[in-house]
């Protein structure tokens, strides 16, 4: 068991995401308090360019950043990589999956999510979805050697299959893919092949709602499947997918075929918040105090994705990247300043607006009474997130993968590092 460091207060940290990033960033300031930083991973993932990775533009190593390297000039911050398995919230220690106890003064859970295929896991075998890095570069890989495999088959029929995609779920992240995925098709290969043409692949964006994006207003909705749909892509609305095999997408009674599906639909919060034994709501996330702790443990703090926060309709915050930080800054401050649970002021999330990009030139900007949509939209899109990329190496390698980009169209990450194989129904 590791006990608490001396006389200071000891606080765990699990997560290394946007929450537990700036929660310790925050209480660093302090050198009496002892911070750990726990992570399956060693490295702070940049999800909003998660897809970017997954689609040939931006390299794993341009969207993350070792935990290490981040602290490593802060003495009172230890991290680990480690899996938590449980919380022990009684006896103030969390258990990792090789059995080492680490004990705490105080506790911010910030776990990230995963795919959640609502109840069909099977699914997960031909439709992955994209949350890590070993996902994105799956995902690339799948969709580059499937121009491969047209370009070496001689069966038309088979052909059509491997330059066929389906994302699943309009949101941003299902609106990014579905778009990236039709300039690779039709800028970024242009001319690289000699018996198929990829202009000719089909990509399909299913939604199961009546609008793309759900969280924007109507008439920008219909601006992104307006861009979308001259890029190349069909986009089906009000289409429930019943069923996923290897090779095709059932929505309804309408049948696709493809070697591509990609899931962009639904997440569930970390099996690990079970182990609180706090109430959760339907995508498993802790229903929180004002404060953000849990009942009765004004100590063990829950933020992030695996918080379910309401605003002031009522409604759960928005499980996006500026709700953790803004949570991860508000906890430090109250361990920071020691602040007794009766003194706590609520949680207040300060939405800044939202951002979705379609594709090159196209994207949606809404914060506040500036709204946005096209080239300005695209450069306030790219700004921002340069912007709150980690390391100034990390923020010159996007912007200058982004400048050749920019002027030339291509996506330079296109290296296959294994063998081609085709997707069987055995998987």
């Given at each position: ?411 330079n990450i296109r290296l296959l590092f294994k063998a081609l194989e085709t997707k069987s129904e055995k998987l």
């Open positions: 068991m590791i006990d608490k460091t001396s006389q200071k207060k000891h606080i765990v940290i699990i997560g290394g995401g946007f929450g537990g990033l700036n929660a310790a960033k925050m209480l660093s300031k302090n050198s009496k308090l002892s911070i750990t930083l726990i992570d399956q991973t060693n490295h702070h993932l940049f999800q909003p360019l998660l897809y970017q990775v997954a689609t040939a533009a931006l390299s794993p190593s341009d969207i993350a950043m070792p935990i290490r390297e981040i602290f490593r000039d802060l003495s009172n911050v230890t991290t680990l990589m480690g899996v938590v398995v449980s919380i022990h919230k009684k006896e103030k220690y969390v258990l990792l999956e090789n059995n080492q106890k680490i004990q705490f003064d105080a506790l911010i859970v910030s776990v990230g999510t995963r795919h959640s295929y609502f109840g069909k896991d099977d699914w997960e075998n031909f439709a992955p979805g994209l949350k890590t890095l070993q996902d994105a570069v799956h995902i690339r890989e799948t969709i580059l050697a499937s121009f491969e495999l047209a370009e070496r088959s001689n069966d038309k029929a088979a052909q059509q299959k491997y330059l066929s995609f389906i994302v699943i779920g309009g949101g941003p992240t299902g609106v990014e893919m579905a778009g990236a995925i039709a300039e690779i098709a039709h800028q970024s290969l242009r001319k690289n092949f000699r018996k198929i043409d990829p202009s000719h692949a089909k990509i399909y964006l299913v939604e199961g709602g009546a609008q793309l994006l759900a969280g924007y207003p109507s008439h920008f909705a219909k601006r992104a499947q307006l861009d979308l749909q001259k890029m190349g892509v069909t986009v089906l609305l009000d289409k429930k997918v019943s069923d996923i095999k290897f090779d095709s997408v059932l929505c309804g009674e309408e049948l696709l075929t493809a070697h591509n599906i990609v899931w962009a639909a639904g997440n569930q919060a970390s099996a690990l918040l079970k182990t609180l034994d706090e109430p959760l709501d339907k995508q498993g996330r802790v229903i929180v105090e004002s404060d953000l702790s849990i009942k009765d443990e004004p100590n063990i703090f829950v933020i992030g994705d695996a918080a379910c926060v309401l605003n002031k309709l009522s409604k759960p915050l928005p499980a996006v990247a500026p709700v953790a930080v803004q949570q991860g800054k508000y906890v430090g401050k109250i361990i920071l300043k020691n602040i007794v649970k009766e003194k706590r002021k609520a949680f207040v999330y300060v939405d800044r607006g939202m951002m979705a990009v379609i594709g090159k030139y196209k994207a949606l900007v809404l914060s506040g009474p500036f709204r946005s949509a096209g080239f300005i939209a695209w450069l306030g899109w790219s700004f921002v997130h340069i912007f709150f990329l980690i390391g100034y190496r990390t923020k010159l390698f996007v912007f200058s993968q982004w400048a050749f980009y920019f002027f030339h169209g291509q996506r």
